[in-house]
């Protein structure tokens, strides 16, 4: 979700041969030359003021691990526009500079609690922090928003991984009744009998 070569939407052309700086720009970023791209971004940003651009330029900055210059950069955008993809690298660069309080307040003040967004990172720091209670927690409700199979998965290793052992089969025999024998959570739930020798439920 976050290549560096994924070809922005850029809508109508404000300024002649803006699709060819693009694609130099695209160019620049495959051969790495990161700095290169940016120069680029920041022009068409200056000349377009498309949001586009400077989420560009933030990404840029993020994989050239220039975290303090993404996050000035982003907060001076974000005093008076939200974009969540630039929102999205601040949380990032301030996980990266252990700035783990910070990361959380931003989360819980700027973001709907609705947000899947919001639920990912939260889970992500607690279980960095090695708070499996808390991560579990924020992964049920992510799991509440979308029924994705790989956060149930996710949700079953943690619940696992504190001794719920009843609840991780509960949300497994629930997703399969709801949704199929989807293969990696039929072989997810396999492998749980197994370890557990409940063999009648494995069969």
Do not use: W
Not at 20 to 48: G, S, V
Not at 119 to 139: P, Q, S
Not at 153 to 170: G, R, S
């Amino acid at each position: 979700g976050c290549s560096v070569k994924q070809f922005p939407i850029i809508g109508k052309k404000v300024i002649p041969n803006e699709d060819d700086y693009i694609i130099k720009a695209l160019m620049y970023e495959d051969e790495n030359n990161l700095t290169a791209a940016l120069n680029l971004y920041k022009f068409l940003y200056d000349k377009t003021k498309k949001p586009v651009y400077f989420e560009k330029m933030i990404e840029n900055l993020f994989y050239q691990k220039e975290y303090k210059g993404v996050l000035r950069l982003s907060n001076e955008y974000l005093e008076d526009n939200f974009d969540k993809r630039i929102f999205m690298y601040k949380i990032l660069s301030l996980l990266e500079l252990k700035k783990i309080n910070a990361a959380k307040n931003e989360l819980l003040n700027k973001l709907n609690k609705k947000d899947e967004f919001f639920y990912r990172m939260m889970a992500y720091i607690y279980l960095k922090e090695k708070n499996y209670k808390k991560a579990t927690d924020y992964l049920k409700s992510l799991y509440a928003l979308n029924h994705d199979k790989q956060i149930l998965l996710q949700l079953v290793d943690m619940l696992i991984k504190i001794k719920k052992y009843n609840e991780a089969f509960a949300y497994l025999r629930t997703h399969l009744d709801m949704y199929g024998c989807e293969y990696d959570v039929c072989l997810r739930a396999a492998i749980i009998y197994k370890q557990t020798y409940d063999y009648e439920n494995l069969a």
